[in-house]
């Protein structure tokens, strides 16, 4: 998930969609985002490229919002409803995640397992029969 | 008083002692209780007044001189600026005829205010307990019935009355000998008398005789010169060729020259020395060997080319001269380099330690001879060793006589000794362990309770005292410019003012410094003294307590507590040969010494690193998780 400055960044990326649960008066998806523009890259530990500011998911509750629709610890985020997570802060991450008026966020994350997954189908390895 | 009197005069013995001459142990208790009058009115006559130097002038000598006389403290009679105080007495006591000398001029008979000093010094405890008073020597209102400073109420023999004692100059005179030693308890015979005559006229000798010899070779060296450029002039002046303005300007400089060399001369060597030193100073020694020799030669060199061959040429004469006297000039310039710049620069780490009590201080000095480092070690002694004193010293030796006490002790070769011997061991002697070791398990007991307890007397004596001089204070301020026109009774200047709030703080002063063992250093006159001071310089009470709370350094203190011609020089090696790495001399005063231990400043590298200014860049590192 690398990036080179200037040209645009592909991803395969999954669609999960979040239903916000109602708790205390707070609407809460159930999981923690580390990362952003103005953090240290170097401390995520869920990045392969250590220089990715990107907005990671660090956590999910178990039982929670989030693991229901299938985000798993370590994603990367790159759009929530629309709006692009891979150039920001990490208070503007949160800002697009928790607004009030919102229900449902619909997030685009990619991870690893997935471009993976994407290059062995598209590598012919066994001969076909 | 009358039983302090019957209790002196019955210690007759004493008298025949003194007739021999003999310090009496400390422990002789009667001779403390003497009475002032006539202590001080017998003293005046021959103890002698100390003549205050701004530093003291050390008399330094080495032990091979003196085996037995490095305690003398009455070797300074003659000479200037020293402190000692008379012949028997030692430096802790002479606090006591300092005021006797010092008071000896007024009219002190009949005094009836008056407190007397407690022994100083002294080992035992029980000392401790005894009823002290401290005399106000020079009080303007000694002839007046009002008490300068109340009596100690609670001390066992108040000092209420001393109106009528007798004038017995006789008693005081025998009396005065015993005014105590310190842990010293050593018999005089008069035989150290004579050898004290012999040893003051070579003090005096050897104290001038750099002098001398600097005044001599001095005035060779300014002769010299004007004698090669008269003696032509006189003997033979009618063949001389006239030289112009070439030697007009060499005569001035050759004056010129000539008074700057005078002036050097008398800056280097001829200004009172600071210190007498055990050896000669190899390095003048070699200096003045190095101008007489040059002199000398030049002398030999005039005298056979010129004086014999009767040189005409004036001009060369005088260049001659001139010549003489810029190697001379060069001479002392090298002078100056080994006798003033050598030891400014550092190179050695010396470490002090104090006998007694452990104080420790490090110094740098630079490249010394060993006596010279031992002069400038002694001048930091005086600057930042706090005052050296004994009575704080005796609760350990006490501990030590009473473990030495418990012990048995067997001599293993006696022959018939059933005890069971170890070859080994020969004349040792072993303790028993039985009785000896329960006390030993409460030594350290003792030692833990007695400190805590010591600790929490002098805090709170230290509490009443400093409440005492704060509100002492109070009671006078500065006259402002209103009050000019109050009562005239009430202005006083600061020396009245000073006597009249010190007796509300005389009394927790004294307790305190009795508690804190050091109530000799401080008389009531010096009090009295730094209490107008303090007055006069608007000082807060607290800068007032601060010269009683802590000792301070031994030249904060009258000159008897200096000791300054008491010093030996131990040392193994040669005290002329410089310091090097791990010399190690020792220092000794009368009842402590100051061992010193040479190191080297070590050989530092330092490497260099450059950083470019612009290279000063920073990342934010913060990393924080929130749950959304």
């Known amino acids: ?46 990045s392969e490229d250590k220089t990715d500011k990107g907005i990671y998911v660090t956590r999910t509750s178990p039982g929670g919002p989030a693991e229901a629709a299938g985000l798993k610890v370590g994603d990367k985020i790159m759009q929530v409803n629309g709006w692009d997570m891979t150039m920001v802060t990490h208070d503007q991450a949160r800002k697009k995640l928790t607004k009030k008026n919102e229900d449902v966020v619909r997030l685009l994350v990619t991870r690893k397992s997935l471009e993976d997954a994407v290059k062995k189908s598209m590598n012919p390895c066994y001969p076909r029969p | 008083m009358r039983e302090r009197l019957t209790a002196a005069a019955a210690a007759d013995p004493l008298t025949t002692r003194r007739k021999l001459g003999g310090i009496l142990h400390i422990s002789e208790t009667k001779v403390n209780v003497v009475s002032e009058a006539a202590l001080w009115g017998s003293c005046q006559s021959w103890i002698p007044e100390a003549c205050l130097y701004s530093n003291p002038f050390l008399l330094l000598s080495t032990a091979a001189n ?32 300092y005021h006797s000398s010092r008071s000896g001029r007024s009219n002190r008979h009949g005094d009836r205010s008056r407190e007397r000093h407690k022994a100083s010094s002294s080992k035992d405890s029980s000392r401790s307990e005894r009823s002290v008073v401290i005399n106000p020597p020079d009080t303007p209102s000694q002839d007046s019935p009002v008490h300068n400073g109340e009596p100690l109420p609670g001390e066992p023999t108040p000092a209420a009355d001393h109106g009528d004692e007798a004038q ?22 008069e035989v150290v008398g004579l050898g004290k005559e012999i040893q003051d006229r070579t003090h005096n000798f050897r104290r001038y005789l ?17 004698v090669f450029l008269l003696l032509p002039t006189v003997m033979w002046s009618d063949r001389l060729q006239a030289c112009g303005a070439a030697c007009e300007g060499l005569f001035l400089s050759i004056s010129f020259k000539l008074l700057i060399l005078l002036v050097a001369i008398w800056a280097l060597f001829l200004r009172p020395g600071r210190a007498c030193l055990p050896r000669v100073c190899v390095y003048r020694a070699f200096l003045i060997t190095l101008t007489l020799l040059l002199t000398m030669s030049y002398w030999l060199f005039y005298g056979v080319r010129i004086l014999d061959a009767q040189d005409e040429d004036y001009h060369g004469i005088v260049q001659f001269a001139v010549s003489l006297v810029d190697s001379q000039l060069f001479v002392h310039y090298l002078a100056v380099v080994l006798l003033e710049l050598r030891h400014l620069h550092p190179c050695y780490s010396v470490c002090v330690i104090r006998s007694t009590d452990g104080e420790t201080c490090h110094y740098n000095i630079g490249q010394l001879s060993i006596q010279r480092a031992a002069l400038s070690i002694l001048e930091y002694y005086y600057r930042d060793f706090p005052l050296h004193n004994p009575a704080l010293l005796s609760a350990s030796k006490h501990r030590a006589a009473k473990h030495l006490a418990g012990l048995k002790v ?16 020969g004349n040792q002697s072993r303790p028993m362990v039985t009785p000896a070791g329960k006390r030993k398990d409460n030594a350290h007991n003792e030692l833990y309770y007695e400190e805590a307890d010591y600790e929490r ?54 307790k305190y410094l009795r508690t804190t063992r050091r109530q000799h250093c401080h008389s009531m006159e010096s009090i009295q003294k730094h209490l107008a001071f303090c007055l006069v310089n608007n000082m807060s009470p607290k800068a007032f307590l601060e010269a009683y709370l802590a000792p301070g350094p031994t030249l904060q203190y009258g000159p008897e507590r200096w000791m300054a011609d008491q010093w030996t020089l131990v040392s193994e090696a040669s005290v002329t040969s410089g ?44 990393q924080s998780e929130t749950s959304v």
């Open chain 2, 210 to 226: 750099p002098l001398a010899v600097g005044i001599c070779v001095g005035l060779l060296v300014l002769a010299t010169p004007l």
């Open chain 2, 457 to 510: 007397r002098v805090r709170k004596r230290r509490a009443r005292l400093v409440v005492a001089v704060e509100e002492a204070f109070t009671h006078v301020r500065r006259m402002k410019k209103e009050d000019e026109n109050s009562t005239p009774s009430d202005i006083m200047d600061v020396r009245e003012a000073a006597l009249a709030i010190f007796p509300s703080m005389a009394r927790a002063l004294q």
């Open chain 2, 579 to 622: 310091i090097k790495e791990g010399t190690e001399f020792l220092l000794r005063c009368l009842d402590f010494s100051l061992a010193v231990t040479v190191k080297g400043i070590p050989y530092i590298r330092l490497t260099e690193e450059y950083i470019d200014p612009k290279s000063h860049k920073f990342l934010l590192l913060l």
């Open chain 2, 168 to 189: 017995d100059d006789n008693w005081g005179e025998t009396t005065t000998a015993v005014t105590g030693t310190s842990e010293l308890s050593v018999s005089q015979e």
């Open chain 2, 410 to 425: 067997y001599n293993v070769d006696a022959p018939g000794s059933t005890a069971a011997a170890q070859p080994s061991n």
């Open chain 1, 1 to 46: 998930m690398s990036f080179i400055p200037g040209q645009p960044v592909t991803a395969v990326v999954e669609r999960i969609e979040i239903q916000k649960l109602r708790q205390d008066g707070n609407l809460i998806l159930g999981f923690s985002i580390g990362g952003g523009i103005d953090q240290d890259p170097g401390q995520n530990p869920f």
């Open chain 2, 66 to 97: 003196l085996p037995t006389l490095t305690r003398d403290s009455h070797s300074s009679a003659q000479s200037p600026g020293l402190s000692s105080v008379g012949m028997d007495t030692e430096s802790t006591h002479s606090g006591y005829s």
